[in-house]
């Protein structure tokens, strides 16, 4: 049987946070997103119960090298190690981040996600069963993965309540790339995540609603859907926000850069007809993705979603807000991570613009600190 790569961090599962021994938990803690787009570096320090953001940063992959950080097929993993590291390093030592333990996420399309139900049991059974009936609902051996899971339903030791669980299992292969990559950096990895979760804990948490959290990054896109603070539901779809670049580049025959600059300044709202346009057409069809979602989780769970949250870097097109408010008729927000923490205030402005690009960096990190 594989070794768990874990295991020398002294915990058998990603979910660190059920750590008893809060004394050890570090007052500082780094996270970092290695996303398609660039490498984002959030760290945190821990008072009391409140958080201050110490420093953030973000090294973008096209000022590095031509080739994205990280390959972007299902079950791909990352691009090169070594030359990740060195990204790392290099926006580590920039921003002068000295501390060194460190949480990655690990992105939508390395992880599997899943839900299931088991019949009613005590607490002390629910690892062991958990464990036993995971190798139904993933891909791979369990044995060649780390698993996470979280209870999302019915109570353990009711005889009446059958068990829902929330799956997150990680290929060990992903996991031992990203020591690599932490070993290569000079760094401590203190912990990896699925992004899925980073995400709920940085923007959704405490929320007691029915959230549908949407992150539209580069290359993927994810559908989450959170009910009263806990992952119930979570989806990847290949809808990406560099193929509206692309998009307004042929249909205007532009070079990306310029395309690029359109799209971030005018996107929807663009009184250029064509480019408004070629925009709907692609968004269209994640809106429908969207609503299947949704109409799906009403049909098995009866809930109606209260709330669209929208995150990643092309969250920020503008229009793009309204026209998902206006096409599902639901409140939609673009929620900002950063909010809840302490930092200068001259920094509000620009942290605001940034934040849907942090939300994964910002989760992990917070994890990392929680007591
Ligand atoms: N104002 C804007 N309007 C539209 N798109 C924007 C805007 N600002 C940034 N973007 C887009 O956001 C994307 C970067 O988002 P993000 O940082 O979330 O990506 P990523 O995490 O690296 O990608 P992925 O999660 O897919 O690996 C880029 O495609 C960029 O063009
Ligand atoms: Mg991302």
């Known amino acids: 049987m594989a070794s768990n790569p874990l295991e020398k961090f002294n915990i058998d599962k990603l979910n660190i946070f059920s750590n008893p021994l809060k004394m050890f ?19 945190l320090s821990r008072w009391g119960q409140g958080k201050t953001l110490e420093n953030y940063a973000e090294i973008k ?10 390959g972007v097929e299902k079950g791909s993993y990352l691009l090169s190690n070594y030359f990740v590291s060195r990204a790392v390093r290099a926006v580590l030592d920039e921003a002068k981040i ?7 996420s690990i992105p939508d399309f390395s992880t599997f996600c899943t839900s299931f139900e088991l019949p009613p049991m005590n607490a002390n059974e629910l690892k062991d069963a958990v464990y036993y009936n995971a190798s139904q609902y993933i891909p791979l051996p369990v044995s060649e993965t780390t698993l996470d899971w979280q209870l999302i339903g019915g109570t353990p030791g009711d005889k009446q309540s059958g068990l829902k669980i929330f799956l997150v299992a990680i290929p060990n292969q992903v996991i031992q790339d990203y020591q690599k990559v932490a070993q290569l950096a000079g760094i401590d990895l203190y912990a990896v995540e699925a992004e899925a979760l980073g995400l709920v804990r940085s ?14 990054g580069v290359q993927s896109t994810t559908i989450n859907i959170i009910g009263k603070g806990s992952l119930k539901k979570s989806y990847s779809f290949n809808f990406a926000g560099s193929q509206l670049t692309y998009s307004i580049a042929s249909a205007l025959d532009l070079g990306h850069e310029q395309a690029e600059e359109l799209k971030n300044k005018e996107g929807l709202t663009s009184s250029k007809e064509e480019i408004s346009k070629t925009l709907y057409l692609l968004i ?11 109409s799906d989780f009403y049909q098995q769970e009866g809930k109606e979603i209260d709330a669209i949250y929208l995150t990643g870097g092309t969250s920020n097109l503008p229009g793009l807000k309204e026209y998902f408010a206006e096409v599902l008729k639901i409140k939609v927000e673009i929620p900002n991570c950063f909010s809840e923490l302490l930092y200068p205030p001259i920094l509000g402005n620009t942290l605001e613009k940034i934040a849907p690009s942090f939300s994964v960096a910002m989760g992990v990190a917070l994890g990392g600190l929680e007591t």
């Open 25 to 43: 938990f570090p007052k500082k803690m780094v996270g970092i997103d290695i996303g398609t787009a660039g490498i984002k570096v959030v760290e």
């Open 203 to 216: 923007l959704v948490r405490g929320n007691r609603n029915y959230v549908c959290l949407i992150d539209i």
């Open 61 to 70: 992959s096209s000022s590095l090298y031509k080739e994205p950080f990280r």
């Open 284 to 294: 269209d069809p994640l809106i429908i993705e969207v609503k299947k979602v949704l």
């Open 98 to 104: 000295k501390t060194r333990a460190v949480i990655f």
